[in-house]
C-alpha cells in the first residue's frame, strides 16, 4: 500500500481515537450536552445502517432490491461512517466471502499468523485494524465490485468518497450550530456526532471482522470460523449474528431466530411494508435445518482450518478507513 494511503489511514483511525479521549473527559466532568448525546447516537445510527444495510446487505450481497436513488442514498450514508469508497468495501468484502478464513482473505484472525499467544494477538490485531495498512489480499474492484463500478452514479459516490467523510462531519456541526447558535455547540456536534461516532462505528465494524471470527457460537455446518456474538448484536445492527450469515450470504436476515436481535432487518421489513423494498431474501426454518452441524463437528473447531469445499466469488463488516478502504450463494 502506498505511504500516503497508510498515513490518511493512520489519521483516519487516530483521529476519532484521540477525540474519544477528549469526550470521555468532558463527559467526566460533566461537560456534554443532551444535543451532543442525541447528535452521537443519531449520526452512529444513521452511519451504521449505512453500513449494514446499504454497503453490506443490498450491495454486497443482493439482499433485497430497492430504487436507485434510495440505493445511492444508503451508499452515501455509509461512506459517512468513514471505512473507505463504497465500491473498495463491497469488492473486499465479497473477496473475504469467497476465501472465507482461508489464503485470499483480506481480514482473517486465522492465516498467515504463527501459533501462540503472540500468533493470535497478531490475527486478531491484524483481522481488527492492521488489515487496512496493507494491500495483501485487498480485492479488485472490476473483479468483485465490477456491477458497482460499471454504474456510473455508484462509481461517482466510491470517487467523492472524501466529500461524504466531510459532510459527515459537517452535518452534526451545523444541526449544533443552528440548535445552539454557537461555535461551542457546533464543536460539540463535531466532536460527539463527528469524530467519536466514527470511533464507535469503526470498532464495531471491525469487531465484526476480528471477535466474530474467532469468539462466539456456531450452529451450521460451514469451512470457516464465523461466530455469533450476541453482546454485539444491538450496536452492531444485526450483524454479530455473523455466522448465521456465513451460513446464509443472501439472507438480509441475520438474525434467524426470534430472540436474535437485528435492528437491520427491522428496517428493511419497514422498507418492504411501505414499498422501499422488493424480493426481499429470506432463509426458511427447513432449509436452516438441513444446514445445521453435528455436535461433534461444532465441539472440533479444529477441523474447520483447513476448509474442504471451494469457494467461487459471487455478486453476493467490514471495510477499510481513510482513503482506502464475495459469497457462496444460498
Not at 19 to 45: E, H
Amino acid at each position: 500500500m502506498p505511504l500516503v494511503d497508510q498515513i490518511v489511514n493512520l489519521f483516519a483511525v487516530v483521529i476519532p481515537f484521540l477525540a474519544t479521549i477528549l469526550a470521555v473527559v468532558l463527559f467526566w466532568n460533566r461537560i456534554v450536552t443532551p444535543l451532543d448525546l442525541a447528535l452521537l447516537v443519531g449520526m452512529y445510527v444513521l452511519t451504521t445502517l449505512g453500513i449494514t444495510i446499504g454497503f453490506h446487505r443490498l450491495l454486497t450481497h443482493r439482499s433485497f432490491m430497492t430504487f436507485k436513488p434510495v440505493e445511492y442514498l444508503l451508499a452515501i450514508f455509509g461512506s459517512m461512517a468513514v471505512e473507505g469508497p463504497v465500491n473498495t468495501w463491497v469488492a473486499d468484502h465479497r473477496k473475504h466471502h469467497a476465501h472465507t478464513d482461508e489464503e485470499g482473505d483480506p481480514h482473517s484472525p486465522h492465516v498467515g499468523h504463527d501459533g501462540g499467544i503472540k500468533g493470535v494477538l497478531k490475527g486478531l490485531f491484524h483481522a481488527h485494524i492492521g488489515w487496512t495498512f496493507t494491500d495483501h489480499g485487498k480485492a479488485e474492484q472490476q473483479k468483485y465490485a465490477k456491477d458497482l463500478y460499471e454504474d456510473r452514479g455508484m462509481r461517482f459516490i466510491s470517487d467523492f468518497f472524501v466529500l461524504w467523510v466531510v459532510l459527515g462531519l459537517l452535518i452534526p456541526a451545523g444541526i449544533g450550530y443552528l440548535v445552539t447558535g454557537t461555535l461551542a455547540g457546533a464543536a460539540g456536534g463535531l466532536l460527539w456526532g463527528g469524530l467519536v461516532r466514527v470511533f464507535f462505528v469503526h470498532h464495531i465494524t471491525f469487531s465484526i471482522n476480528s471477535v466474530c471470527h474467532f469468539l462466539g457460537t456456531r450452529r451450521f455446518d460451514i469451512d470457516d470460523h464465523s461466530t455469533n456474538v450476541f453482546w454485539l448484536a444491538l450496536p452492531s445492527m444485526g450483524e454479530a449474528w455473523h455466522h448465521n450469515h456465513h451460513a446464509f450470504p443472501r439472507s438480509a436476515n441475520h438474525g434467524l431466530k426470534k430472540w436474535e436481535l437485528d435492528p437491520s432487518a427491522w428496517v428493511i421489513t419497514a422498507m418492504e411494508k411501505t414499498g422501499l423494498a422488493r424480493k426481499v431474501v429470506r432463509i426458511s426454518p427447513e432449509r436452516q435445518a438441513e444446514k445445521l452441524a453435528q455436535p461433534e463437528k461444532l465441539a472440533q473447531p479444529e477441523k474447520l482450518a483447513q476448509p474442504e469445499k471451494p469457494r467461487t466469488p459471487v455478486s453476493g463488516i467490514g471495510g477499510a478507513p481513510g482513503a482506502t478502504s464475495a459469497s457462496r450463494s444460498d
